[in-house]
């Protein structure tokens, strides 16, 4: 069952679990913004959803990469994908020059960790 997965395969893994993960982070937003109980478990229900999709993703891309690797592309980059995405694109939440100078950092991370394995 170790079939070899298309060289795009990671890379779209790796966008899967990104989406997946700004989309969880705006559930649980969304959720605690809520003003009555249906909404809030509505978006309680479609983050937790996505955050155990984004789980299996994870799996998945744990079937090809070491784990070293896949923790830099899933969790550093959804670290980042988070802020810009959720926090400062959908949600408008301001975000400062440190702020971006640290995700820069993060980025920066993630490719030397993957340039080096």
Request: no cysteine.
């Given at each position: 069952?170790?079939?070899?997965?298309?060289?795009?395969?990671?890379?779209?893994?790796?966008?899967?679990y990104?989406?997946?993960?700004?989309?969880?982070?705006?559930g649980?937003?969304?959720?605690?913004?809520?003003?009555?109980?249906?909404?809030?478990?509505?978006?309680?229900?479609?983050?937790?959803?996505?955050?155990?999709?984004?789980?299996?993703?994870?799996?998945?891309?744990?079937?090809?990469?070491?784990?070293?690797?896949?923790?830099?592309?899933?969790?550093?980059?959804?670290?980042?994908?988070?802020?810009?995405?959720?926090?400062?694109?959908?949600?408008?939440?301001?975000?400062?020059?440190?702020?971006w100078?640290?995700?820069?950092?993060?980025?920066?991370?993630?490719?030397?960790?993957?340039?080096?394995?």
């Open positions: 069952m170790s079939r070899l997965l298309h060289p795009i395969g990671i890379p779209l893994l790796v966008l899967f990104q989406g997946l993960v700004v989309f969880a982070n705006f649980f937003k969304r959720s605690a913004e809520s003003t009555t109980a249906l909404a809030f478990l509505a978006w309680q229900i479609l983050g937790n959803l996505s955050g155990f999709l984004s789980v299996l993703t994870y799996t998945a891309l744990l079937r090809w990469l070491p784990v070293h690797i896949a923790v830099s592309l899933t969790m550093g980059l959804g670290f980042v994908s988070v802020q810009v995405f959720t926090a400062w694109l959908i949600f408008r939440e301001p975000i400062g020059i440190w702020k100078i640290g995700a820069g950092l993060v980025v920066l991370g993630v490719a030397l960790i993957v340039r080096g394995r």
